[in-house]
Structure formats: structure tokens, C-alpha cells
């Protein structure tokens, strides 16, 4: 007589501790090289930002520079920024500061009135809401001056330079407008030329 199979319990497929504890390890690994990169994609779209709104700042210079067309014998003032373009003589022109806020819009030095630029060795005053200090330096060119006396219909040349560094605060007027601000996280740098008519 044949007696019935006693039932065996049924094998059932399942991780191991070993493998679980590898695939978390590997999870782990994925999650902090993700944590890991979030810094520096923050910075970088901060960066990117930085440079459009000084790139912004930077063309609004050049554009009001450009504006003037005729100089007088003591030089001119730009109509929306106040630079002053010196006469063709003055060959020692000084650098201008000016500082804009974080939105790109100048300072505002008191009530309304937009800061105005200094080239007597002095910047104008950073405010708190200062975020980019912007030096100009305006400069004629003795050399191209004599190729342009030269030219019919005398007309002084100038060379450009535009710097703009943040933070504004970090560095705000080291030295006087002279001496180029050292302390900063950013910076944009750019040049252009101009020509006027005297009259």
C-alpha cells in the first residue's frame, strides 16, 4: 500500500540581502553624484544671468555714448548716464564709475535722480541696492588724432573701455576711480570706438 507524499513547501523567487544592499549602494551613489551637481548648475544659470544683464548694461553704455554727435571745446555729457566725453585735448581723461542695481537700472543716489558719474578721481557713492560697479574710460587717441587732423572735416577719435564688476559693494571705490576694482566674483569686459564732430 502506497502512502500518500507528505506536500513540500513551495520555493519562492526573492533578493537576496546581498543584492538589496548592493542596488541601495548603487541608488546611493546615483543620488549624491545628482546632489553633488545641483551647486554648480545653480551657479552657472546665476552666471548666465550675471552676464546677460551686464551685457544689457554694457549696450545701454555704448548706445548713450553714441548718442552724442557733436562735442564742444570743454567736452560733452551723454543724455541718459551723464558720462562725460572730455575734449579732444585732454588727453589725461580719468576713468567714470557708475553703479547699477541688480535689475540693471543705475543707483539712485537721492529721490529720483539717477547717480552721476565723476571723473575727478572719485566715484560716485555705491548705494545697498548697488549690484555692478561700471568704470568707463574715455579716452582721445593722440595717434588716430593725427591721421583724422589729416582728413578733411576734423573729427576727434576715442577708444572705449567698459568694466563692469559684481558685487558692486565688495569693492566700491578702492583707491579712486584710478585704480581698477580687484575685489570681485564677476566681471565683463568690453571696448568700442567713437568719433565726434567738433563745433
Keep these: 500500500m502506497r502512502l500518500p507524499l507528505a506536500r513540500l513547501p513551495l520555493s519562492r523567487a526573492a533578493f537576496s540581502l546581498i543584492e538589496v544592499t548592493l542596488a541601495l549602494g548603487i541608488a546611493a551613489f546615483c543620488l549624491i553624484t545628482v546632489f553633488a551637481l545641483l551647486p554648480i548648475g ?3 544659470a546665476q552666471n548666465a544671468s550675471e552676464q546677460t544683464v551686464v551685457a544689457g548694461i554694457a ?6 555714448l ?15 548716464f551723464q558720462f562725460l566725453v572730455p575734449a579732444s585735448n585732454n588727453v589725461s581723461a580719468q576713468p567714470q564709475v557708475l553703479f547699477f542695481a541688480s535689475d540693471g537700472s543705475p543707483s539712485r543716489v537721492d529721490k529720483g535722480t539717477v547717480g552721476i558719474p565723476t571723473g575727478n578721481g572719485q566715484a560716485d557713492v555705491a548705494k545697498p541696492n548697488s549690484r555692478y560697479r561700471v568704470t568707463v574710460g574715455i579716452y582721445p587717441d593722440p595717434i588716430l588724432q593725427i591721421v583724422a587732423r589729416a582728413s578733411k572735416g576734423y573729427t ?15 569693492d566700491p571705490n578702492t583707491g579712486g576711480v584710478n585704480t581698477p576694482p580687484t575685489n570681485f566674483s564677476g566681471s565683463f569686459e568690453t571696448s568700442t570706438a567713437l568719433n565726434y564732430y567738433t563745433n
Design 42 to 44: 545653480l551657479n552657472s
Design 156 to 170: 576727434p577719435l576715442y577708444k572705449v573701455w567698459i568694466l563692469i564688476t559684481w558685487p558692486a559693494l565688495a
Design 66 to 80: 553714441h548718442g552724442v554727435t557733436t562735442l564742444s571745446g570743454t567736452g560733452q555729457n551723454t543724455s541718459q
Design 59 to 64: 549696450t545701454a553704455i555704448s548706445a548713450d
